[in-house]
């Protein structure tokens, strides 16, 4: 079982930045690849970023235009999304996840499904 609790997140003034943190439990952390997702109202979950167990791999949504940075901690069990030169499209509710599956090369850990563990969510948003 692994728990899941970010911080961070909040309000935040367009082409700004925010650093959401992922905490997790357990001893088992880094057999986890982590995942960051987002939801935006009426929206489907979307997938941002992924990092594997070791940190030695990471994984962006095609989407992403180089403002997003994932990365971990596993000596803490964390997990980050450094966001910079936020945009009101990015206000959405923010999830971190882990997933206990092995994938290697392209288009890894991009579906919800692929995760075993959510977090409960976290408000960012963008003003104008």
């Known amino acids: 079982q692994v728990q899941l609790v970010e911080s961070g997140a909040g309000l935040v003034q367009r082409g700004g930045s925010l650093r959401l943190a992922c905490a997790a439990s357990g001893r088992t952390f880094s057999r986890y690849a982590m995942g960051w997702f987002r939801q935006a109202p009426g929206k489907e979950r979307e997938f941002i970023a992924a990092?594997?167990?070791?940190?030695?791999?990471?994984y962006y949504s095609d989407s992403q235009d180089g403002r997003f940075t994932i990365s971990r901690d596993n000596a803490k069990n964390m997990v980050y999304l450094q966001m910079d030169n936020l945009k009101s499209e990015d206000t959405a509710v923010y999830y971190c996840?882990?997933?206990?599956?092995?994938?290697?090369?392209?288009?890894?850990?991009?579906?919800?499904?692929?995760?075993?563990?959510w977090g409960q969510g976290t408000q960012v948003t963008v003003s104008s």
């Open positions: 990092v594997s167990g070791g940190g030695g791999a990471t």
């Open positions: 996840a882990a997933s206990s599956q092995y994938c290697a090369g392209t288009g890894c850990y991009d579906e919800v499904d692929e995760y075993d563990y």
